[in-house]
């Protein structure tokens, strides 16, 4: 079953603009992910944060993470259209140690258009 | 590193032969993880492994499906015998566990007619 929902399934933008994206997930998590995965190819880790984190940088990525809302936002700035990609969130429920495993959900489609 | 490395990259079999999927993962890594992935249920996690032991099977939709790890560079799918509802692209994965995510491979896409 499905864990996280991305929301909206697919977002169409100008370069230049900002994007956000939004997960919303049904059980405590221990972290919560972010995956791109461009057309053809595997995914690729962008960012990581932790139940007791509210928001986390990289570069031009900013991820927060609501847990009484359970529900985190990505948000790509100044898009470029080599940010067309599918994105993913991905949540860390497990029991710890050697139980650790993601669900994924079923991702947005980002299209930076020229 | 290359990276976790997956193949073959395509597969095109007749229903009823067998599959054999390949995943060499990242040197280092103690975690690995087979996902498939369609356009109707999105990613699916089928097995996990643990320092080469199988953690949680609970994925594997059945019988036909079977995952091995005899060491820590090598990790096996197989599929016998092979139906057209087991077209997917099949995912490999590592990771070093806890709070490092996940390097994927590229992926095995396999359809089966």
């Known amino acids: 079953s499905q864990q996280g929902e991305e929301d909206p399934q697919a977002l169409s933008i100008q370069e230049g603009e900002n994007a956000t994206m939004n997960c919303s997930y049904k059980?405590?998590?221990?972290?919560l992910q972010w995956y791109r995965q461009n057309s053809g190819r595997g995914l690729v880790h962008l960012i990581l944060?932790?139940?007791?984190?509210r928001e986390k940088h990289s570069g031009r990525l900013r991820v927060t993470l609501d847990t009484s809302k359970k529900s985190s936002s990505l948000l790509i700035t100044a898009s470029r259209a080599a940010d067309t990609a599918s994105y993913f969130c991905?949540?860390?429920?497990?029991?710890?140690?050697?139980?650790?495993?993601?669900?994924f959900g079923k991702g947005t489609l980002l299209t930076v258009n020229p | 590193d290359a990276g976790v490395i997956q193949s073959p990259r395509h597969e095109v079999t007749e229903m009823g032969q067998e599959v054999t999927l390949r995943c060499k993962p990242i040197?280092?890594?103690?975690?690995l993880f087979w996902y498939r992935q369609t356009m109707m249920r999105g990613l699916e996690l089928l097995i996990y492994?643990?320092?080469?032991?199988?953690?949680?099977d609970s994925g594997m939709p059945e019988d036909r499906f079977s995952a091995k790890m005899p060491n820590a560079s090598f990790s096996t799918l197989k599929i016998q015998p092979s139906e057209p509802r087991d077209s997917a692209v099949y995912f490999c994965?590592?990771?070093?566990?806890?709070?490092?995510?996940?390097?994927f491979g590229s992926g095995t896409r396999l359809t089966v007619v």
């Open positions: 994965a590592s990771s070093l566990g806890g709070w490092r995510g996940y390097t």
């Open positions: 059980t405590s998590i221990n972290n």
């Open positions: 944060i932790r139940s007791n984190e």
């Open positions: 991905a949540t860390d429920a497990g029991s710890g140690g050697s139980n650790y495993k993601l669900t």
């Open positions: 040197s280092g890594h103690n975690s």
């Open positions: 492994f643990n320092n080469n032991v199988p953690i949680d």
